[in-house]
């Protein structure tokens, strides 16, 4: 029997107008993956925070090896073993892989405090070794790719001999072939003894990968148990509190005339002689692997990005779109997959990010029309079931998935004639997939053309008209829907012509 390594007993968290976590029980034990489930705002990240030390329970207790424990900061939850890699790179880019394993808690030679380079290179190089990880110690760490930076995190939480390692969505931006290499990585540490608490929202990640769960909604203590003893199925419904019977709500539309052309649209060492139309009314699926450029078409379109070679017809008319303001006079809204960067302004308000693309339509000649700014932010906030205390609460403090609804809210209040959706649904919980599927249903119901692009099979499939497939850069296959399958999309995306 593996023993309990930390207990969380009936912890609360309150903050003002909220209830965080309402007597929230959680417990893992050594050498076991446990599984961390519910939807965005569920209390997810308040508790990992208090695991950590960032938060103060409000009420309950934390037990570590049987001990009471209080952990004041981080520090005091680091030095107690507790190590969390976040969904959001937390590493000094600039500094080399050696730099950022040890920031914090530097070898030195003597109380006078000079560092032990040498002794720090020979630690890195062997837990390098340990993670399989063929990379240059002094290399900075912008110079790696996502999957790489999530090793060095975990080379990291290993060099403070951490037993408890927190992965918050690990797996979000990562290729096939790496997050098996993942998988493999957490086994090896399972079976050092290591507990890895294992935050996903997809649940064949869940399912592969874990051998406990835990639930939470809405702040609460929803139920646990072992992932053998259950099924998909079980676990969405302590999720969300109801059966989901259609994942993927697709209305059937009849396709209108085309909205969007492209011909020949090229950009060198990105893509090259791209083509497609889009229809009124239809969902244009693009699906490749990352690399393929995908989103650098949709940028480029949209005006984020300079054109290049081909052109690109709206309506039949020929057009320049040279900047994001020109792509919004012609009717179009571009969902950007990077929130943080791209998405959303995260030092504003909720209210002030909905209505910032249409603040012009809201202004009395150098006044806003306030009455109708609340109006288009309650709609479209209780429209993508954003869990905040108020609409004036800043992005900043919303949990990566609320981040991502008010990306959402705030291009769907453009009203636009074609919509792009890059990764719309990447961090959502599961229900609120179903309600951002059953959005873009009724957008394309109504006459919106939408380009979905997702590195999600069953999204890709269940929600498209079309698909289009991408291998580097170069469209390998056009898909419809009926004749659409896994193998087909998978082979296209890969390189592989039939």
Excluded at 71 to 90: L, N, R
Excluded at 315 to 325: A, D, L, S, T
Excluded at 336 to 348: C, N
Excluded at 441 to 452: F, N, Q, T, V, Y
Aim: charged share 30%.
């Amino acid at each position: 029997m593996k023993e309990e390594i930390l207990v969380l007993k009936k912890i609360s968290k309150y903050f003002p107008g909220i209830r965080a976590l309402d007597e929230v029980d959680f417990k893992i034990r050594t050498g076991e993956v446990h599984a961390l489930v519910g939807e965005n705002g569920a209390g997810k990240s308040t508790l990992v925070k208090i695991m950590t030390g960032i938060y103060q329970p409000s009420s309950g207790d934390i037990y570590l090896n049987g001990a009471k424990v209080v952990f004041p900061s981080p520090i005091h939850s680091q030095k107690a073993g507790i190590s969390a890699i976040h969904q959001e790179a937390t590493m000094f880019p600039e500094l080399s892989v050696l730099e950022n394993i040890f920031m914090g808690h530097h070898i030195k030679k003597s109380e006078r405090g000079l560092l032990d380079w040498v002794e720090m290179r020979k630690r890195t190089k062997e837990l390098l070794d340990r993670l399989e990880m063929d990379i240059e110690v002094d290399i900075p760490v912008k110079n790696l790719s996502v999957a790489q930076r999530h090793m060095v995190e975990i080379a990291k939480a290993l060099s403070r001999d951490a037993r408890i390692v927190i992965m918050d969505e690990p797996t979000s931006a990562l290729t096939l072939k790496e997050v098996e290499y993942l998988y493999r990585i957490i086994r090896k540490l399972r079976a050092q003894g290591r507990a890895i608490i294992f935050i996903s929202h997809k649940f064949e990640e869940v399912f592969e990968i874990a051998e406990h769960f835990t639930v939470l909604r809405d702040g609460k203590f929803i139920g646990e148990g072992e992932i053998k003893d259950t099924s998909p199925d079980k676990i969405i419904k302590m999720v969300v509190g109801r059966t989901l019977d259609k994942m993927f709500p697709k209305v059937e539309t009849k396709p209108g005339p085309v909205v969007l052309k492209v011909e020949g649209l090229s950009k060198p060492g990105v893509f090259k002689d791209v083509s497609f139309e889009l229809h009124q009314g239809e969902i244009l699926g693009f699906f490749g692997l990352i690399g393929a450029g995908r989103s650098e078409i949709m940028q480029t379109i949209f005006g984020i990005d300079p054109k290049g070679e081909g052109e690109i017809f709206i309506k039949g008319e020929q057009v320049n779109i040279r900047n994001p303001k020109e792509a919004m006079d012609k009717g179009m809204a571009y969902i950007p997959e990077d929130r943080q960067l791209q998405g959303a302004i995260l030092e504003m308000t909720i209210k002030d990010n909905i209505t910032l693309p249409i603040v012009d339509k809201l202004s009395r000649v150098i006044f806003l029309n306030q009455p109708k700014e609340w109006e288009i932010t309650e709609k479209y906030g209780k429209d993508m079931d954003i869990k905040a205390a108020t609409w004036q609460q800043l992005v900043l403090a919303l949990s990566g998935g609320n981040q991502q609804k008010v990306v959402l809210a705030k291009w769907l209040a453009t009203i636009p004639e074609i919509l792009i959706m890059d990764e719309p649904t990447k961090g959502i919980d599961v229900g609120t997939k179903v309600a951002v599927h059953s959005i873009m249903s009724k957008l394309a119901k109504e006459g919106i053309a939408i380009i979905l692009i997702s590195s999600e099979l069953p999204e890709i499939i269940g929600m498209s008209d079309r698909i289009i497939v991408m291998h580097e850069g170069i469209i390998t296959n056009c898909l419809d829907r009926k004749e659409a399958s896994s193998e087909k999309i998978i082979k296209a995306a890969t390189g592989i012509l039939e």
